[in-house]
């Protein structure tokens, strides 16, 4: 279901080929619009007749208001059951474009052609489509597969490097909660640019398709795709609704350094192991100001995690480098320590 697009996106259109799409619906942000549409046209060899639908780029419009305008659009151009939604972009693009073709008249085919770093490797594979509720994160959504998923990793060309960072910070998840080796080769890259991740592409969007393939409800072992999360989404919740809001993976890089240092207190992993990965985390990612944000509103975004069960918050944590537990409770004043030890590390 995933496939590397050759330089004419030869697979796409044998695909479009194949099936009998009444109009092809392209969703793009302006960004896309700009750098990555004109390839996918000039490519594109089809006789369905298509429209590009267009919004501004950024989490803030990954929201009901949004889902709403294009409900309405595919509705007056009179969208059937048998249009088709591609979703050229990043995360906010195909979990916005997943989730509106998921629920528009019950349901329409989607595919996901990723332009992020961290759409190739995490957001356009595993189904979770959605958008925020009041600057909680995926807070509605579904569990809707794509029907095929085309990377094609020149896009990232045009990616600006603070995004591709972004992106980078989900691959440094993938190995640490899965993979020891696929950690160590990250690890060594000095400088973070396409050619040099290039060849790590596949080994992260493989560990997320076998975990989703394992389960793809998030009953039990997905929830270890949540690692750096819980935290994290809490934090990147508490930006979205100031003035400054930080991008997905800047937040699950701070969410992985209290998470591993809260995994190291809980007794899981050795104090050798926690400063390793928090060391390198830090080597690519500055540090966010927490000083003001009020604990108490963290731990209120902790407990509408949507892994939480009976009002306890459920962490995945690590269990070694490579291997993540879940469902894991922590007690309140561990959960304390770890915000506080990473606000003293940041010095801010
Ligand atoms: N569904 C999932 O499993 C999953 C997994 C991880 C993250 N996510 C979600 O994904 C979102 C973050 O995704 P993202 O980091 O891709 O953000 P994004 O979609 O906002 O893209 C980042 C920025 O890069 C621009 N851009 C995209 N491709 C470009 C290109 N090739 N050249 C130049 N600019 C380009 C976009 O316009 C945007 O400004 C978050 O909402 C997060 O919650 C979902
Ligand atoms: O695919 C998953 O499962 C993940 O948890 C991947 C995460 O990187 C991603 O950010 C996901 O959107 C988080 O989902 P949520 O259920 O915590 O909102
Ligand atoms: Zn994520």
Redesign the pocket.
């Known amino acids: 279901m995933i496939t590397l697009l050759d330089e004419n996106f030869s697979q796409l259109n044998q695909f479009l080929t194949e099936k009998t799409f009444s109009k092809i619906f392209i969703l793009v942000?302006?960004?896309?619009h700009e750098?990555?549409l004109p390839l996918l046209l000039g490519n594109l060899e089809t006789d369905i007749s298509f429209e590009i639908l267009e919004i501004e780029?950024?989490?803030e419009m990954?929201n009901i208001q949004t889902a709403n305008q294009l409900w309405e659009i595919l509705t007056e151009m009179q969208a059937d059951r048998k249009a088709l939604i591609i979703n050229l972009?990043?995360?906010?693009?195909?979990?916005m474009g997943?989730f509106v073709a998921s629920t528009y008249k019950r349901g329409i085919q989607f595919i996901n052609i990723?332009?992020?770093l961290?759409?190739m490797c995490?957001?356009s594979?595993?189904g979770?489509?959605?958008i925020?509720l009041m600057h909680y994160?995926?807070m509605v959504g579904t569990f809707s597969f794509p029907e095929q998923i085309y990377v094609y990793t020149r896009?990232?060309?045009?990616?600006?490097a603070k995004?591709l960072k972004?992106?980078f910070a989900?691959m440094l998840k993938h190995g640490l909660i899965a993979d020891k080796k696929h950690w160590e080769a990250l690890i060594k890259l000095q400088h973070l640019d396409p050619t040099g991740i290039e060849p790590l592409i596949p080994q992260s969007m493989e560990i997320k398709q076998e975990v989703v393939n394992a389960d793809f409800h998030e009953k039990n072992v997905r929830k270890t795709?949540n690692f750096g999360h819980t935290i994290g989404h809490a934090i990147e919740s508490l930006c979205l609704q100031g003035e400054n809001p930080i991008?997905?993976?800047e937040a699950v890089a701070l969410g992985m350094i209290c998470e591993s240092y809260l995994s190291y207190l809980e007794g899981l992993i050795s104090k050798e192991d926690s400063d390793l990965i928090i060391e390198n985390i830090q080597r690519y990612f500055s540090f966010i100001d927490l000083t003001d944000f009020k604990d108490e509103d963290i731990f209120n975004l902790l407990l509408n995690d949507k892994k939480n069960a009976d009002a306890k918050i459920n962490f995945s944590l690590i269990s070694s480098i490579g291997s993540c537990v879940f469902d894991y409770q922590c007690s309140s004043e561990n959960i304390q320590k770890s915000i506080d030890f990473y606000k003293k590390l940041s010095g801010f």
Do not use: R
């Open positions: 942000d302006e960004n896309t750098y990555c780029a950024g989490e990954k972009g990043g995360g906010v693009i195909t979990d997943g990723p332009t992020t961290l759409s995490d957001a594979i595993g979770k489509t959605g925020d994160k995926n896009f990232l060309d045009t990616l600006p995004e972004s992106g989900e795709l991008l997905h993976g």
